[in-house]
């Protein structure tokens, strides 16, 4: 059973950082999708960043409004995946999820429908 528990949430000033985890069990596909998405109150839950492996090869894709300030990154050996968030605005607050799934033909990274297993989120809340 694949569970995915998100951490490291919190409230920050705008221009600070963050660093959510993301630790894995049960997951144990060679080629996959993780990633993050993240859900501002009243609007649809959007991807922020997604790791592709597929056989020995990796990608990472990030949201336009992310690139250059979030990096996604992950530790094979803990099983965890990570979202360093710096330069943190307040259109960046909202729940933030992990999600998994096997690699599949024809998958969007950004696609919410790609995604098998998500976690319960973690709030990241920023203030100016």
């Known amino acids: 059973q694949v569970q995915l528990v998100e951490s490291g949430g919190g409230s920050v000033q705008a221009g600070g950082s963050l660093r959510l985890s993301c630790a894995a069990s049960?997951?144990?596909?060679?080629?996959?999708?993780m990633g993050w998405f993240r859900q501002a109150p009243g609007k649809e839950r959007e991807g922020v960043a997604a790791i592709i492996v597929y056989f020995n090869g990796g990608s990472t894709y990030y949201a336009d409004s992310v690139k250059g300030r979030f990096t996604i990154s992950q530790d094979n050996a803990k099983n965890t995946l990570y979202l360093q968030m710096n330069s943190l605005k307040p259109e960046d607050t909202g729940m933030y999820y992990c999600a998994a799934a096997p690699w599949k033909y024809g998958g969007r990274w950004y696609n919410e429908g790609t995604y098998n297993y998500w976690g319960q989120g973690t709030q990241v809340t920023v203030s100016s």
């Open positions: 049960g997951y144990t596909y060679k080629s996959y999708y």
